[in-house]
C-alpha cells in the first residue's frame, strides 16, 4: 500500500523514527470534526449536540462572559464529559454565564 | 467542485468512506504546533500567618502570537496534564493551573505545604505545547 510522507526540514522521508516527519499516512491525527466559541446559560451550563454517534475526544477552555482576554483550560471550576450524541458542559466559569470555546475530535475515547 | 484531499486508513475507500474515525486525513482542521518548550519555576514557602505555610509563582512564556491560542501543559514532575488539583477535605491542597492570553501562556502554582513547607524553595518543572490553532 501507497504511503505519503513528509519530513520535517532536514530530516528525511526514509526516516524510520516517527519523531522526524510532519505528516504520515500511515498515522492518525486528531482531527477537529467540529468547534466553535459558544455562551453558556445564566448558571454557566450548556449542552451541545453533536452527530458523530461515538464519543468523541474533546478538549474545552472556558472565559468571563464579559472579558474574554483570558481563556483557562476546562476543568479549573467546572465539570465537563461527552456522550456519543452530546458534550455536556456544567458551571464552566462557575454558576455564571460564560464563553466556551470547545473542539471535538474525529478520536474516538 | 474545488479539488480534495482525503486519505482514509488502509482497508477503507477515501471517496466513500463517511466515518471520520476511518481517515488519516479528511480534509477538518489538525492542530499544528506554534511552540514547545519548558518552564521551571522555583516557589519559595512562607508562614501563611494561620499557622501553616504558602508556596505560590506563576511562570509564562510569551508566545506573541496576537490572539488567544489553544494550548496545553503538562506538570513534568508528576507526568501529567494541566490543570491539576489535590484536594483536601472541602478545599484544595494544592493546584497547578494554567491560563492563555493574546500574548502568553502562564502556569501557576498554589501549594498550602504539601510539597514544601515554611523556608523551602522548591523548583517545578513544566513543559508547554502552544497551537497556531485560534481560540479568540
Redesign the interface.
Known amino acids: 500500500?501507497a504511503v505519503?510522507k513528509i519530513a520535517k526540514p532536514g530530516k528525511s522521508a526514509l526516516s524510520t523514527d516517527e519523531r522526524d516527519l510532519a505528516?504520515s499516512?500511515?498515522?492518525?491525527?486528531?482531527?477537529?470534526?467540529a468547534?466553535a466559541?459558544v455562551d453558556t446559560d445564566n448558571n454557566g451550563d450548556l449542552t451541545i449536540t453533536h452527530n458523530?454517534?461515538?464519543v468523541p475526544a474533546f478538549?474545552i477552555?472556558v472565559?468571563d462572559y464579559s472579558d474574554?482576554?483570558?481563556?483557562?483550560?476546562y476543568?479549573?471550576i467546572g465539570n465537563v464529559y461527552a456522550t456519543s450524541t452530546q458534550l455536556v458542559i456544567q458551571s464552566a466559569m462557575g454558576a455564571i454565564k460564560s464563553?466556551v470555546?470547545y473542539?471535538l475530535f474525529?478520536?474516538?475515547l | 467542485m474545488s479539488p480534495q484531499i482525503k486519505?482514509a486508513?488502509?482497508g477503507y475507500d477515501a471517496e466513500t468512506e463517511t466515518?471520520?474515525?476511518n481517515?488519516?486525513?479528511?480534509q477538518?482542521?489538525?492542530?499544528k504546533i506554534a511552540f514547545t518548550g519548558n518552564l521551571s519555576l522555583n516557589v519559595t514557602y512562607v508562614d501563611d500567618g494561620f499557622g501553616g505555610t504558602i508556596g505560590e509563582g506563576t511562570v509564562s512564556f510569551e508566545h506573541n502570537l496576537g490572539y488567544?491560542p489553544?494550548a496545553?501543559?503538562f506538570s513534568k514532575d508528576f507526568g501529567q496534564q494541566?490543570?491539576n488539583f489535590w484536594p483536601a477535605g472541602a478545599g484544595v491542597a494544592i493546584s497547578i493551573?494554567?491560563?492563555?492570553?493574546?500574548d502568553k501562556i502562564y502556569i501557576t502554582v498554589s501549594d498550602t505545604g504539601v510539597m514544601g513547607w515554611t523556608g523551602d524553595t522548591i523548583q517545578f518543572d513544566f513543559r508547554y505545547q502552544i497551537m497556531y490553532?485560534k481560540?479568540?
Open positions: 500500500m505519503i505528516f499516512s500511515k498515522l492518525d491525527y486528531l482531527k477537529e470534526q468547534s466559541l458523530l454517534g461515538y478538549t477552555f472565559a474574554t482576554r483570558m481563556w483557562f483550560s476543568d479549573m464563553k470555546y473542539a474525529s478520536s474516538q | 486519505i486508513k488502509a466515518d471520520p474515525r481517515f488519516v486525513f479528511n477538518k482542521n489538525i492542530y488567544v489553544v496545553f501543559a494541566l490543570p493551573s494554567y491560563k492563555i492570553d493574546n490553532d481560540i479568540i
